[in-house]
């Protein structure tokens, strides 16, 4: 009480002073009260979840005065005096279903009561002390102090470098700085020329110039965009996890976008009011900007539809990608860790919520050419045929349906009118087994009154039949039926009553029929006349038609159909009135477009199906069709923006508070207002990002460019500026790029420059950085001669292709090996940047892939016809690969290597030591009679048509994994190997026949040298066939013999042996055994695989040098 | 501020830096224990982030083969015994369980269709072993090894659905991308053959109707995600991309390397002790012996005559012999895919077929690991990503060809062997129909939290820091399960 006795002798304010210190001294009573009945109940019951220290739901703090006061998300928790008023005085007593504390157990009425009566008494409280902060409330203090929630104060230094504050150093030689620069912004060397007029340069500006031509070389777009294409999680396809096609057949227009962008110099804080909403801007100038805003919806999905996830996917990009922001983690509760709250996530959902992506989206501009005329002619035509047969099918299977018109009034009377959804037996037993449409049967019974009844000059028989009971109904339908035929009262239709005058129905099954032949008859056969040409007229597609997704485009085939249907009569007006019926409003036989195809109403016959399928299949391969339009997968605002809450736990089934759409709270400064009521509010987020008041969004770019440039951030955490990201290891150099970047008109350009132009960039002890997979295939297909430079257009597959690697197909659900082994990253995710492993997959690649064999091919081709002469040659191909002269070192090396190149090397050698043949074995003296090579290969099999003694035809096979022998042992089948070296040798190997039905092989191993080795049959069985320590001599012969047992089929059998010699080594690997593996080795020995030639093995090898594959 | 600009601290670049991100490197043990341990000086640590490592607690199995069934094996018919089917065999479900989907409680809504006829199983069960354990007739041989089994019969999960279903047993989500429990394990532990791949998945195609989501290292660096090898063709030059040159012969391919080396040297010259250049060279030189020490392993003609027997040479012996040989060369995790267990028709039929193919396969894997001794620290996980409903299925298709039976998530078996699980054991149980797990529920979290458990990991701190957030396998959920433990 010291303050206020401070008070009160300096101001004396003696009155007030004391009526507060009243107010706020409690009676004994209360205090008692309070003590003895209260603090125990909230001890034990509430502070669980609602103190400091502990759970804190709700952000409800009841362990001060303070925090009860104040309450929680929902308001204040109880109001003095008012205990009717208090929430938690509602909340205990679980007066409604949505707040009931504490949510398991009730407290007991006696505890219950005394909380109203604390309440009613003012909740006098004894405890004191500030209200404790929530977590999440702590977390937006702090980050009042976090730096990166500071505005970047620029220091305006002298130089870069100065601030970069590092030591001199050396800069580098000018090849060196050619190259990084070459490699670093256009993601290609130079060519040698290119090094050697630069080196020529003596003018102080030779390297600015040098940037300045790159920075404008539309290269740099491909390497730079493809950077950002990391930050966006760029793919071709959703990778979906359901079968079926998942591809975003546009997501290329994207990639175009992104990579136009890096080549205009387009300032980064338009760039992002592109992505997110150039839906709201002004885009007649380059409509190709509305391609940018794929940004928000190329991210992974589960289907195509956009659900929560894939939301929360954009969110995260978003987040993180542009402003180094986690939210993705409070979907299900306030972040645990950063200043970020489920309302600001579920405010950012609510404005993605408020947006779509419209049905057809919108073309980009094409040239006027011959394909994408022709396509439009072909459009159309596929266009107008899906519509004919699927409106021609329909109705045939709608025709189909009515001619069972009388089943179905038996079906409703035989479920007792229950639908089929009140007992599932009536389904089974009746619409299943009677083949009937359940719709159809639904409707019936749900009309019956008023479509059946309601129509009594048609279905009055029926209704009069029907109630006769089974018994004597005979008898008692005769005078009935003769009765309708008369038709006195001409209460009924004339063809009704037609139908029933010779009728003699034993049963109503029989009555049923005659329904089903009354439409049949009477109204379908008339019908089918008049529809087919009005139909057939209607099918040409409107010009919106031309671009509908097929499932629209299927609706409106069926509502031509309706509307031909309703709008041709027949001619006369007797039978059009009963046709009529059939076709009105409330008929149980007649379905809207939508309500037919969510019933499957279409008859299943294959010849139908197959029908609609190449219609179908028709339209969609146009897709593929070069002048095919190229179309911006863009977002528009829905009609009324959403207004949502956010959800407890991230489930949507539990909404809690109100998430207006606005921004980030803790970045309220930046965008204070709620976002506009009529609008998603895409656009004032988007402004609220690109903001120069917004400490976050430069830093995060210039941040990421540094990294793009060195390898190495100045935040070595570029996604996550938050606390738990790593601190800037020089905060002044990041801010000063910041302030820089904005001051400099958002541009990527001048940034790149500022950076490369200082000594930090250009000086000798540059950190080397391995090439990422674009730089390094493109560089690999470039120095060949093989790539291919055109800008834009649809994605490739990247084994395929010589385009540069940005235009590979991504593909998100298995991503090739190349991609994989070169550290690419998955893109389900926004990358802040790359890993660098070099693991034994990617050195596989450049050893064995076609990539580098085949590019090693080209150069040497190429050199081959530039340059004669060897030792020229040897410097051109240092001149092209590494644009140096070589040294004399390293032409006498390549001199060397050429020289020992063998000249009869083969790439398999062992596949030389196989031959495959037939002949025949001798059983008596277990030895091969004769041996005969089977000469044709068709690729797959050595094999021969031959004949047995009495002159039946036989063919003889062998191939990889084993082969079927001649229906006599004089065309056993053969696999011979004959031994190339001194040795003793294992063989494994296990022989199989599965075929049963014939009649089994006999399978032998014989030796030049010691006979027969082992004899073996198999019928429908595996066997062993293992052969251990066999000596051999250069130039013995193993054959591997296998024979039909009984002149009969012997069948197909496998047989593929492995030979070992412990003994010696691979050729190249030594410790490795020796070793032949029929399977792998198998090959047409007459046209073995053509090896590399000594200059292309060559060539390979620099390719593979570590001085290309590096940027130093 | 220079070492800013030359540092090369990539964040999945070393394994220091791997080792700060990675939740269990800087626990109880401390980095420099952790590395002394797995034998590594820091010298020699950044290009090796597969290197062997410890995890947080001693383990009781260091690899994994997780033998899936994809489509959904059913329990009734195998582990599972439901005498109380035979009594309402036929019997219309909505008549015998009324109202049973409400008491059912939670598990129900992920269940599927329970609907139609309960339908008893076709096979027989008996005691096996010592244990007693009940196995249908469907495994006459794997039941010799009812001593070594551990089946879980409360199993549920989350989805009836195949592919969600699917990616929920290995990775424990479906609504969004994840590791899986193969990278994982290779995050956690390392690999014990630097020329081999930590995680390798066998199946016939190579890869699964959802890609290779159900293997991929999401965004766990890539080096933990499984590498799809496609069987079917056992050629081994089929089976690995790339292991064999077609245009230049290993000798001329060791003087390449040598060129290389030497123009390695030069270079090395100006950068001198640059780690991301060693690298290379190891990784170029592991490469080439790849080329043959990879066609070893996967060369099953390679293994003794005996144990090809013992395999038998169908898809399922062959993959299962190449399990063992991969994880005896230190590979940490196998998945073995055995397709076609979405019996909706002929279920008794293709049980029958499904079983002989894999019966023989599995007894001769326990026989093989267990005389070798590697049963006892190799977990063996046999499964499905949900079971079947111990109703028919009459779909139109089973009308025509013979009666399936449907998806159910609400209540499956798995078994494990080996690797420090309880041997000869049941634990948990479905209801009297074998629809719902109902004694000791078991979700698929639980699982993964048990197996992570085996190895040597505290689930709960196995953990990666990626956007803002630590991941682990069993996301915010699972709890061990003692009563499977040994």
């Known amino acids: 009480m010291s303050a206020f006795s401070f008070q009160i002798r300096n101001h004396g304010l003696v009155g007030t002073v004391f009526l507060l210190a009243a107010a706020t001294r409690l009676s004994a009573e209360d205090t008692d009260f309070f003590e003895s009945k209260i603090r125990p109940i909230l001890v034990e019951r509430c502070y669980e979840c609602h103190s400091a220290g ?86 937006l203090e702090d980050a009042k102090k976090h730096w990166a929630f500071q505005p970047p104060v620029d220091s305006k230094p002298a130089s870069l470098d100065a601030l970069a504050g590092l030591k001199p150093s050396q800069l580098a030689d000018k090849r060196t700085l050619i190259r990084r620069a070459f490699l670093d912004l256009v993601g290609e060397p130079p060519t040698y020329d290119e090094v050697n007029a630069f080196e020529a340069d003596n003018s102080p500006q030779a390297f600015e110039k040098l940037v300045d031509k790159l920075l404008a070389d539309p290269r740099y777009g491909e390497r730079w965009g493809r950077h950002w294409l990391d930050v966006a999680r760029y793919a071709d396809n959703m990778g979906s996890i359901f079968n079926g096609d998942d591809t975003y057949p546009f997501a290329w227009t994207y990639r175009d976008y992104v990579i136009k962008a890096f080549n205009d110099d387009k300032p980064y804080d338009r760039f992002i009011l592109e992505q997110i909403a150039a839906d709201q801007l002004d885009t007649a100038k380059d409509p190709l900007t509305l391609a940018g805003m ?247 597609p409107t010009e919106e038609e031309l671009g509908l997704p097929l499932k629209e485009l299927e609706i409106r085939a069926i509502e031509r159909l309706n509307t031909v249907q309703r709008a041709n009569a027949l001619p006369e007006a007797d039978d059009q009135a009963l046709r009529a019926i059939f076709i009105e409003e409330g008929s149980p036989f007649f379905f809207a477009a939508k309500d037919f195809l969510s019933s499957q109403l279409y008859s299943t016959r294959d010849v139908a199906d197959g029908l609609r399928r190449n219609a179908t299949k028709a339209v969609n391969e146009l897709a593929n069709h070069p002048g095919a339009p190229a179309r911006a997968m863009v977002f528009v605002d829905e009609a009324k923006p959403y207004e949502g809450k956010a959800f407890v736990r991230g489930n949507p089934k539990t909404p809690g508070a109100d998430a207006p759409r606005q921004f980030l709270s803790v970045l309220k400064a930046v965008s204070p207002e709620p976002f506009p009521k009529d609008k998603s509010g895409r656009l004032e987020l988007a402004k609220a990002i690109a903001n120069k008041d917004n400490p976050l969004t430069a830093r995060v770019i210039v941040n990421r460019v540094w990294n793009w440039h060195f390898g190495t951030p100045l935040v070595g955490t570029p996604s996550d500026f938050g606390f738990r990201g790593d601190k800037p290891v020089s905060q002044p150099l990041l801010d000063h790029l910041a302030a820089w970047f904005m001051q400099n008109g958002w541009s990527i350009k001048k940034l790149n420059k500022y950076i490369l132009l200082t000594a930090a960039y250009q000086r000798v002890d540059f950190p080397l950085q391995p090439l990422e997979l674009e730089p390094f295939r493109d560089s690999v297909l470039a120095v060949s001669g093989r790539l291919k430079t055109d800008l834009f257009g649809k994605p490739e597959k990247i084994g395929e292709s010589v385009r540069r690697t940005v235009y590979g197909y991504v593909d998100r659900k298995a991503l090739s090996s190349l991609y994989r082994s070169f550290d690419f990253p998955s893109p389900s995710f926004s990358a802040p940047m790359r890993g660098r492993t070099a693991l034994a997959p990617r050195a596989l690649i450049l050893l064995n892939s076609p990539l580098m064999t085949d590019s090693a091919k080209v150069l040497a081709a190429s050199l081959a016809k530039d340059v004669p002469d060897d030792n020229a040659r040897i410097v051109e191909l240092y001149r092209r690969v590494l644009q140096r002269q070589p040294t004399e070192k390293e032409s006498q090396r390549a001199r060397d290597y050429l020289a020992a190149y063998p000249p009869n090397e083969l790439v398999h050698p062992e596949s030389q030591d196989w031959q495959y043949g037939y002949g025949d074995f001798d059983p008596a003296a277990k030895k091969l009679k004769a041996f005969a090579p089977l000469k044709a290969f068709d690729g797959k099999s050595f094999k021969g048509t031959l004949k047995t003694a009495d002159g039946k035809p036989s063919e003889v096979k062998v191939d990889a994994m084993g082969g079927d022998s001649g229906l006599t042992p004089a065309l056993s089948s053969i696999r011979r190997w004959i031994a190339p070296i001194d040795g003793e040798i294992n063989i494994a190997a296990e022989l199989t026949h599965t075929d049963a039905k014939t009649e089994g092989v006999v399978a032998r191993v014989v030796s030049s040298r010691s006979g027969e080795l082992g004899e073996w049959k198999a019928k429908a069985q595996s066997v062993c066939t293992d052969l251990a320590k066999v000596p051999v001599q250069k130039g013995d012969v193993l054959d591997f013999i296998v024979s039909s047992q009984s002149g009969k089929d012997a069948g197909h059998y496998q047989w593929s042996p492995g030979i070992i010699v412990p003994g010696a080594d691979m050729p190249g690997m030594p410790g490795m055994a020796r070793r032949w593996d029929a399977r792998v080795d198998f090959s047409d020995p007459n046209k073995p695989a053509k090896p590399l030639t000594a200059w292309e093995e060559l060539c390979q090898a620099l390719l593979l040098s570590p001085e290309f594959a590096v940027m130093e | 501020m220079k070492n800013s600009l030359c540092c090369r601290n990539h964040p999945v670049s070393t394994r220091r830096d791997f080792l700060g991100r990675c939740g269990m490197g800087m626990g109880a043990l401390g980095l420099a224990a952790l590395m002394r341990d797995a034998g590594l000086s820091a010298a020699d640590a950044p290009e090796s982030p597969l290197a062997a490592r410890k995890p947080h607690f001693a383990p009781k199995a260091t690899r994994v083969i997780h033998i899936f069934c994809e489509g959904g094996p059913s329990q009734v018919d195998t582990f599972d015994p439901k005498p109380t089917l035979e009594k309402f065999h036929a019997r219309l479900v909505d008549d015998v369980m009324k109202n049973y989907q409400k008491t059912a409680g939670e598990a129900a809504s992920g269940m599927g269709r329970l609907s139609g006829k309960l339908q008893r199983s076709a096979f027989k069960f008996s005691k096996h072993g010592q244990s007693g354990l009940e196995i249908s007739e469907l495994f006459p041989k794997l039941s010799a090894h009812a001593d070594e089994l551990c089946v879980v019969r409360s199993m549920h999960t989350t989805t009836s659905v195949h592919e969600p279903a699917q990616l929920v047993m290995n990775t424990g989500e479906f609504a969004s991308v994840r590791p899986s429990m193969g990278a994982w394990t290779v995050y956690g532990l390392g690999s014990e053959n630097r020329n081999l791949p930590g995680f390798v998945s066998l199946s016939p195609s190579g890869t699964t109707s959802s890609g290779d989501k159900q293997w991929g290292n999401a965004f766990l660096p890539s080096w933990c995600g499984g590498t799809g090898i496609p069987t079917r063709d056992p050629a081994v030059t089929k089976m690995i991309e790339n292991i064999r040159s077609g245009t230049t012969s290993l000798r001329e391919q060791r003087r390449q390397l040598d060129l290389m080396h030497a123009m390695h040297e030069d270079f090395a010259q100006k950068h001198p002790g640059d780690a991301l250049l060693e690298g290379r060279v190891s990784a170029f030189e592991t490469a080439f012996r790849m080329q043959i020490e990879a066609t070893d392993a996967f060369d099953l003609t390679r293994e003794p005559a005996h144990i090809r027997a013992l395999y038998g040479d169908t898809e399922q012996g062959r993959q299962l012999l190449l399990a063992r040989r991969l994880v005896e060369r230190g590979v940490r995790f196998v998945q073995v895919y055995h397709n076609g267990w979405d019996t909706h ?142």
């Open chain 1, 54 to 139: 502990k759970k804190q739901k709700g952000g409800l703090l009841l362990d001060t005065k303070a925090g009860v006061l104040k309450g929680g998300e929902t308001g204040p928790a109880l109001i003095p005096g008012n205990a009717a008023k208090s929430l938690l005085i509602q909340a205990v007593k679980w007066s409604s279903d949505d707040l009931q504390m504490p949510p398991k157990n009730k407290l007991t009425n006696e505890q219950i009561a005394d909380l109203e009566t604390w309440v009613n008494k003012g909740a006098p409280d004894p405890r004191s002390g500030e209200r404790t902060l929530t977590k999440i409330e702590q977390h």
């Open chain 1, 294 to 540: 794929g940004f928000l919806g190329l991210g992974t999905r589960k289907d195509r539809r956009l659900d929560d996830d894939t939301l929360d996917d954009t969110i995260d990009v978003i987040g993180r990608g542009l402003m180094g922001l986690t939210i993705g983690c409070a979907r299900c509760h306030d972040h645990k860790l950063e200043p970020i709250t489920t309302k600001d996530y579920y405010g950012l959902y609510a404005v993605l919520k408020s947006s779509k992506e419209p049905d057809i989206p919108p073309a980009l501009p094409q040239a006027d050419t011959p394909q994408t005329r022709e396509y439009a002619e072909k459009n159309k035509l596929a266009r107008s045929e899906y519509i004919r047969i699927h409106a021609f099918e329909a109705d045939r299977s709608m025709s189909a349906i009515r001619s069972r018109l009388g089943d179905y009034l038996l079906a409703a009377r035989d479920s007792e009118f229950k639908t089929i959804y009140e007992s599932k037996t009536v389904k089974g037993d009746i619409v299943d087994a009677r083949r009937l449409s359940s719709s159809v049967h639904g409707r019936m019974v749900k009309s019956w009154d008023k479509w059946v009844k309601g129509h009594a000059n048609v279905f009055g028989p029926w209704l009069e039949l029907s109630a006769l009971g089974d018994a004597d109904f005979a008898a008692k339908a005769k005078p009935l039926c003769e009765s309708f035929g008369k038709n006195a009262d001409k209460k009924l239709h004339a063809s009704v009553a037609r139908s029933f005058a010779k009728a003699a129905p034993k049963t109503l099954r029989d009555v049923a029929d005659i329904y089903n032949n009354l439409y049949a008859s009477e109204v379908d056969a008339l019908w089918a006349e008049r529809w087919r040409e009005p139909l057939r007229a209607a099918c040409a």
């Open chain 2, 345 to 486: 028709d002929l279920n008794d039929e293709r049980h029958r077929e499904l079983t002989t193919a894999c019966d023989q396969p599995l007894h001769a894997l326990l026989t093989d690991l267990k005389q070798r001794d590697m049963l006892k620290d190799t977990l063996i996980l046999w499964g499905g990503e949900f079971g079947r409903t111990p109703t028919s299925d009459n779909n139109d298709v089973a009308k025509k060809k013979g009666i399936g039976r449907d998806h159910n998530a609400g209540g499956f078996t798995v078994w494990m062997a080996g690797g420090g699980v309880k041997a000869g054991s049941v634990y948990g149980g479905t209801d009297e129909f074998g629809a719902l797990a109902a004694e000791n529920p078991v979700d698929v979290h639980d699982l993964h939290a048990t197996i992570l458990h085996l190895l040597g990991f505290d689930h709960e701190r196995l953990t990666y820091r990626y956007a803002g957030r630590d991941y682990r396998l069993t996301d915010v959920a699972g709890r061990v399960v003692k009563g499977v433990l040994a």
